[in-house]
C-alpha cells in the first residue's frame, strides 16, 4: 500500500452468528465489482471446516471463497489470515495465512489469539495493496463481551485497522429491535461511536411494514439505517460454510443419494451441486437414523476426524447398514476421509488426530492409510479414469494411502496422469482425494447416467448467475451510497 494512503473499507459485523453475513458481504462484492472497483473480502478470524485451496497452496474459509468468486479475483490467503477448524468439542486445527500452525484447545486459543494480530493486520494490509475497496466480514458478535478481550474477530480488528463498522441483525431469528438496540448497549461507547450504520436481513413480506421498527433502532442508537433486506429465496443455490445450514434436495428425484452425517463432516459444499439436481433426491442421514435401504448410492463425505468420525459411524449403526447396502448390490462411494474410512486400516502413529495407533476401517477397499503431518492442498483437473470425463477439484488432506486397489484409480489428474484414489474390482465402491468433483458438469452428467437419471446443469454458471441476483437484491434493498460514504470516510 502506498505510504499514506488509506484504502476505503467497512466491516459488516452481525448481532449473532448465521445473521446472512457471509451472503451480504459476497452480494456486496458482486455488487461493486460491477461497477468496476477493485473490491476484496476479507475475515480476520473464521471457524469452518468448509476450506478453499487458493492457487498459492495455502486454504481459506468457504465463505471467503465464495466471496473471491463475486469479487471476480482470485482466492488469497490474505482473505483469511486465521480459520479455526474444529477437530473436537473443545480443539481445533489452527491455520495461519494458509498454513497449518498446529492444534490448540479453546481455552489455550483464547489465551493466545492476541499474538495472531500483527499476522491478521499484515494480510490485511497486503490485501489491500491496489484495491479500490476492502469489505470485511466479522464472526459471531461483538456483543460478546466475556470473548473481548485479545479478539481479532471483530472490535479487536476494526480497532487496530481503524474501520468503520455496519451492524448486521437478522429479522426472520426474532427479536431483531432487542438484538441492535442491545448490542448498543452493552458495548464500550469507543466500540459503539465505531458502529456507523445498521441493516436488517432477511425480511419476509411488505418491508414497508417494518418502517416504524427502523426509526426506533435509528432513535435508540444513533446509528444510520442502510436498509432492510427481502428474503433472498434462492441463498440456498450458494455454498455454504456452516454445518447447520445443510440441506436435503428440493425435489423427489428418481435417483437416490444417501449421505451419513457424521459429527465432523468437513467441505460439506461437495453435495450442493447433487442437491440442486432436479433428478437427485438426497438424503441426509442423521445420529439414529438408518441408511435408507433403497439408495443407489451412499456417499461418505469429508471428515475433520477421520479417526474419531469412523467410530462414530459405528456407532450410529451404520457400518451394518452398509455392509447390507453391499450386499445388495448398492453403490458406495468415499471422499477424501470417506474415502479414508473405506479401507482395511487407519493408522495414526503421530497422534495427529489422538491416541497413537491403528483402527480398523469399514474394509470395502483393499488399501490402508496412514496420517501424516503434512498437508496436501492443491487445486487439480483431470478425468475419470473409467469413462474419461473431465473433472477438477482440489484435494485438501492428511495422509497417504496405498493398497491393491489403487492400482485401479478413481481419477487421472494433471497433464502426467497422476493416479488418484482407488476402485474395488467389481466396480461398485469408489474413494477419492478429490473435493469439489460434482460440480464439474460432464462428471456428475456421467454419474446420474450411471445411477438412471441425467443432468444438463451447468452448476459454476447457475452460481455465477445467483451472485448476480443477490447483487441486484442488495442494491435495491440497502443505501449503497451512504455504504461507500462510511467506507471511504475512513
Not at 448486521?168 to 458495548?187: E, N, P, W, Y
Request: contains cysteine.
Amino acid at each position: 500500500m502506498a505510504a499514506g494512503r488509506r484504502i476505503p473499507a467497512l466491516m459488516i459485523q452481525g448481532t449473532g452468528s448465521n445473521v446472512g453475513k457471509s451472503l451480504v458481504v459476497a452480494g456486496l462484492c458482486r455488487l461493486f465489482a460491477d461497477r468496476g472497483l477493485k473490491v476484496r473480502p476479507f475475515k480476520p478470524q473464521n471457524m469452518s471446516n468448509n476450506a478453499a485451496v487458493t492457487s498459492d497452496g495455502g486454504e481459506i474459509g468457504r465463505a471467503q471463497g465464495l466471496q473471491a468468486m463475486a469479487a471476480r479475483v482470485p482466492l488469497s490467503v490474505h482473505m483469511n489470515p486465521v480459520l479455526l477448524k474444529p477437530e473436537t468439542d473443545v480443539g481445533a486445527q489452527v491455520i495461519v495465512q494458509g498454513r497449518r500452525a498446529g492444534t490448540m484447545r479453546a481455552r489455550e486459543y483464547g489465551s493466545r489469539k492476541a499474538e495472531l494480530l500483527p499476522k491478521v493486520l499484515e494480510s490485511f494490509e497486503r490485501l489491500s495493496e491496489g484495491a479500490d475497496l476492502v469489505l470485511v466480514e466479522g464472526a459471531g458478535s461483538p456483543a460478546e463481551i466475556n470473548l473481548r478481550a485479545g479478539d481479532i474477530a471483530n472490535m479487536g480488528f476494526a480497532e487496530a485497522a481503524d474501520i468503520p463498522v455496519a451492524l448486521c441483525g437478522d429479522i426472520d431469528r426474532g427479536g431483531v429491535i432487542a438484538s441492535l438496540v442491545g448490542t448498543h448497549a452493552i458495548l464500550p461507547e469507543a466500540e459503539r461511536a465505531r458502529i456507523k450504520a445498521f441493516l436488517v436481513n432477511r425480511f419476509r413480506g411488505d418491508v414497508s411494514l417494518f418502517d416504524d421498527g427502523v426509526r426506533e433502532i435509528a432513535a435508540r442508537t444513533g446509528w444510520r439505517a442502510l436498509g432492510v433486506v427481502p428474503w433472498f429465496a434462492d441463498a440456498h443455490r450458494l455454498p455454504a460454510e456452516d454445518a447447520l445450514a445443510l440441506e436435503e434436495s428440493d425435489g423427489d428425484g428418481s435417483v437416490k443419494i444417501a449421505v451419513p452425517v457424521i459429527s465432523r463432516i468437513a467441505n460439506f459444499d461437495d453435495l450442493d451441486p447433487l442437491r440442486l439436481e432436479p433428478g437427485v433426491t438426497l438424503e441426509l442421514v442423521g445420529p439414529g437414523r438408518p441408511l435408507p435401504g433403497d439408495a443407489d448410492l451412499v456417499l461418505l463425505p469429508g471428515s475433520k476426524s477421520t479417526v474419531g468420525d469412523l467410530a462414530f459411524f459405528r456407532a450410529q449403526g451404520w457400518d451394518i447398514d452398509l455392509a447390507a447396502h453391499v450386499r445388495r448390490g448398492g453403490r458406495v462411494m468415499g471422499v477424501c476421509g470417506g474415502y479414508q474410512m473405506l479401507g482395511r486400516t487407519i493408522s495414526d502413529p503421530d497422534g495427529i488426530e489422538g491416541t497413537p495407533g491403528t483402527v480398523d476401517g469399514l474394509g470395502l477397499l483393499d488399501v490402508d492409510t496412514v496420517l501424516t503431518v503434512d498437508k496436501r492442498l492443491v487445486e487439480v483437473t483431470g478425468r475419470h479414469a473409467a469413462s474419461g470425463t473431465a473433472l477438477a477439484g482440489y484435494e485438501i488432506h492428511i495422509g497417504r494411502t496405498q493398497g491393491p486397489d489403487t492400482a485401479r484409480p478413481f481419477a487421472l489428474l494433471s497433464e502426467g496422469g497422476e493416479p488418484d484414489g482407488a476402485v474395488s474390482a467389481n466396480g461398485r465402491i469408489a474413494g477419492t482425494y478429490v473435493h469439489g468433483l460434482f460440480a464439474s458438469d460432464t462428471f456428475r452428467a456421467g454419474l446420474l447416467a450411471e445411477l438412471g437419471s441425467g443432468s444438463t446443469r451447468a452448476y459454476e454458471g447457475e452460481i455465477d448467475r445467483t451472485l448476480d441476483a443477490l447483487a441486484a437484491h442488495l442494491e435495491a434493498s440497502l443505501d449503497i451510497e451512504a455504504l461507500l460514504e462510511i467506507a471511504r470516510a475512513r
